[in-house]
């Protein structure tokens, strides 16, 4: 199984286009941070009392809720850990960071992840097409080895280069940060969490782990989507075409969904977002992360019934 395993990786790092596109995340990346950097110096340091900001911020979140005849209890619940995370502020002399940092840029290159996931959905998407294209799946499957274990070997791979690609984007972005940025003041390099009621100080480190683990949940559905169409249907431009549609538009369309139809809680991405039950609101009122968990697992196991059920089962032709 690990000589299979082996023999995919080798494949993988042997094209051309691994390594173009290894570089080329590398280099978006580094834009996004000169970017960030431009835009600073072009607008000057922040002005004004940040506690008083706090407090005023506070009192507008206090007025909009009283003043609401009707407010969702989601709603409700992330304006009252908002306000108790700015009076802890207040209180404990926390002062948000007023330009970016190492760790603040590492935040927001989170969002980057779905250009990572672009990479691996082409790869995922190849992966077994190719080898019906090109003629040589024959050749493998009269290899020693059951039909499933040469299918995850392949899909293994393609994780394998997903991890690297994530990896690619947290140690860019923080050496890109480290650079531009710098540290920041020791005191506001903290991520403070509303838990059980009460506001708490988190290691910042473990928090943007976190982050960028939950964040590549959808991508890593979509990769496995695209996997399940490669093996299914054989066709790498049909996986990569509806893969990518859906990294792009998928959360715009269930965003749609989810405000006038209840049922777009049990879409895929309205659930591959678990940071909503810790730093915003769940989509659809009555969403807790329990249901998203659920929701993930039964399109986890669906891809793979039908990647692995199909392409076992059928007779092999080319």
């Not at 199984?1 to 023999?7: A, D, E």
């Not at 493998?140 to 984007?169: C, D, E, G, Q, T």
């Not at 749609?256 to 659809?284: E, R």
Request: contains cysteine; glycine residues 6%; positive net charge.
């Amino acid at each position: 199984m690990l000589s299979l395993i082996y023999n995919e990786w080798v494949k993988i790092c042997k094209q051309k286009s691994t390594l173009l596109m290894i570089a080329l995340l590398a280099l978006i990346v580094m834009a996004a941070g000169g970017l960030t950097k431009y835009m600073e110096s072009k607008a000057g340091p922040a002005a004004g009392d940040w506690k008083q900001a706090l407090q005023a911020e506070n009192t507008s979140l206090k007025q909009n809720m009283e003043g609401a005849e009707i407010v969702a209890p989601s709603l409700r619940e992330y304006t009252n850990k908002q306000i108790a995370i700015n009076e802890y502020r207040i209180k404990h002399d926390v002062a948000p960071a007023k330009e970016s940092t190492v760790w603040t840029f590492m935040n927001d290159s989170a969002d980057l992840i779905s250009f990572a996931g672009l990479f691996v959905i082409i790869i995922a998407a190849g992966i077994v097409a190719h080898e019906f294209s090109w003629g040589t799946i024959k050749i493998l499957l009269v290899k020693p080895f059951n039909r499933w274990k040469i299918l995850l070997s392949k899909y293994i791979a393609v994780n394998l280069f997903f991890l690297l690609m994530l990896a690619v984007v947290f140690v860019i972005a923080g050496a890109t940060g480290f650079v531009l940025f710098g540290t920041g003041v020791a005191a506001n390099n903290v991520h403070l969490a509303f838990v059980n009621g009460a506001v708490v100080e988190q290691n910042l480190f473990l928090y943007l782990v976190k982050t960028y683990a939950l964040n590549s949940l959808s991508v890593y559905l979509l990769v496995a989507m695209a996997f399940m169409i490669s093996a299914v249907f054989r066709n790498s431009s049909l996986a990569i075409g509806l893969s990518v549609f859906l990294l792009l538009m998928g959360g715009t369309i269930t965003n749609l969904l989810a405000s006038k139809f209840d049922w777009a809680k049990y879409s895929l991405f309205a659930n591959t977002n678990l940071m909503q039950y810790y730093d915003g609101m769940p989509l659809v009122e009555g969403m807790t992360i329990g249901f998203s968990i659920t929701m993930i697992l039964i399109y986890f196991a669906i891809f793979h019934l039908l990647a692995f059920g199909i392409f076992t089962k059928r007779d092999i032709s080319v």
